[in-house]
């Protein structure tokens, strides 16, 4: 029997949580940013959330194989590290984020670009403490809007 459906769940059910109760909640964006590949190839995408876990980005098709050769199949022992590089605004100004990550997923959306999320490798205490703060004050305005 390939799929027993009494049998208990063996993937980590703390990454597919709702959008409201994830274990790194997101706070969604639309920022311009730029990703960086080990070979020093820039590839221009916007970002469109961001946790203290990673973020989500879209990129073009035809830059995207820059960041991963392989296409949609990602294995997380080969999977490539990134510099990503944005400006979040916080407090009046902008504040830069230069992150490395690693290739999380990868996932061709149609034809127009290509969903990409990277989670962060090393953030330091500093850059952890500003994202969590622009998260969760991002979500807390987005709230007092609806």
């Known amino acids: 029997m390939l799929f027993d459906a009494k049998a208990p769940l063996t993937v980590l059910e703390d990454e597919i949580k709702t959008a409201e109760n994830r274990r790194y909640p997101r706070a969604h964006i639309n920022r311009r940013a730029l990703l960086r590949n080990a070979e020093g190839l820039i590839v221009p995408a916007t970002a469109t959330d961001i946790s203290v876990g990673g973020v989500g980005l879209r990129c073009e098709p035809s830059k995207a194989y820059l ?4 296409g949609d199949s990602l294995s997380q022992r080969q999977a490539p590290l990134l510099q990503v590089k944005l ?7 902008l504040a830069e984020l230069d992150a490395q990550c690693r290739l999380y997923y990868f996932s061709p959306e149609g034809s127009s670009d290509v969903a990409v999320r990277l989670r962060f490798e090393k953030l330091d205490s500093d850059m952890h403490l500003f994202v969590k703060r622009f ?3 991002t979500r807390f305005a987005t709230k007092a809007m609806k």
Request: aromatic share 8%; hydrophobic share 35%.
């Open 135 to 137: 998260v969760r004050e």
């Open 67 to 70: 960041l991963h050769f392989g």
């Open 87 to 93: 400006t979040l605004p916080m407090d009046g100004g």
